[in-house]
């Protein structure tokens, strides 16, 4: 079974950094895009960014681009996203998505880990 | 970046009914474009991608259609499972977008 697994959530200061991590298992890991979308309280999905299989390529929202950036280790099967600069709007659930090799779909998702920017 | 409107925003519908939730993109996306239905508090799960292909274990009363700019979710005889929310999402591009959602509950 597909499993991704986010963590390190939690209270962030305005300004300031967090780093989320996504541990993948139940498929090979490198071989799909990867993808994080977040969802601020009681409000629709947004997606954050995108990195291609190798890593080679990523891509951000406009509303992150400079602050946040996505990596992963697929030694490690594992997804993340530093986050720099934090600003009170970046509060939300944070998931981590996979794309389907064919069809480019995200197709699986991660439970989410909350983040909550507040002085 | 390319806009979703999903109407209506929330729909009002009994046990058994057919309900159908329109998404509306601002520029042309073939068909890529896919349905979630996401519960309080859980992930997005995925129903409907390619605009019409049922994802494998969806219940085939949920059915996707459209191409282009106008897309449709039906789910016809609407189950007590069906209660939550449903969001469009075009991944045309990398730049993915999602509409704002439409929230079915119990009439």
């Known amino acids: 079974d597909v499993h991704l697994v986010e963590s390190g959530g939690g209270l962030g200061q305005p300004g300031g950094s967090l780093r989320l991590s996504c541990a993948a298992s139940?498929?090979?890991?490198?071989?799909?895009?990867m993808n994080w979308v977040r969802q601020a309280p009681g409000k629709g999905l947004e997606w954050v960014s995108y990195?291609?299989?190798?890593?080679?390529?990523?891509y951000y929202s406009d509303s992150v681009k400079g602050r946040f950036t996505i990596s992963r280790d697929n030694a490690k099967n594992s997804l993340y996203l530093q986050m720099h600069s934090l600003r009170v709007e970046d509060t939300a659930i944070y998931y981590c998505?996979?794309?389907?090799?064919?069809?480019?779909?995200?197709?699986?998702w991660g439970q989410g880990t909350l983040v909550t920017v507040s002085s | 970046d390319i806009q979703l409107t999903q109407s209506p925003s929330t729909l009002s519908a009994s046990v058994g009914d057919r309900v159908t939730i329109t998404c509306r993109a601002s520029?042309?996306?073939?068909?890529?474009l896919a349905w979630y239905q996401q519960k309080p508090g859980k992930a997005p799960k995925l129903l409907i991608y390619?605009?019409?292909r049922l994802e494998t274990g969806v219940p085939s009363r949920f059915s996707g259609s459209g191409s282009g700019t106008e897309f449709v979710l039906t789910i016809n005889g609407l189950q007590p499972d069906d209660f939550a929310t449903y969001h469009c999402?075009?991944?045309?591009?990398?730049?993915?977008?999602f509409g704002q959602g439409t929230k079915v509950e119990i009439k």
């Open positions: 998505a996979r794309t389907d090799v064919v069809d480019a779909v995200p197709d699986s």
């Open positions: 139940g498929f090979n890991f490198d071989d799909h895009e």
């Open positions: 990195i291609s299989s190798s890593g080679s390529n990523t």
């Open positions: 520029q042309n996306i073939n068909t890529y």
């Open positions: 390619k605009a019409s």
């Open positions: 999402h075009q991944y045309n591009n990398y730049w993915w977008t």
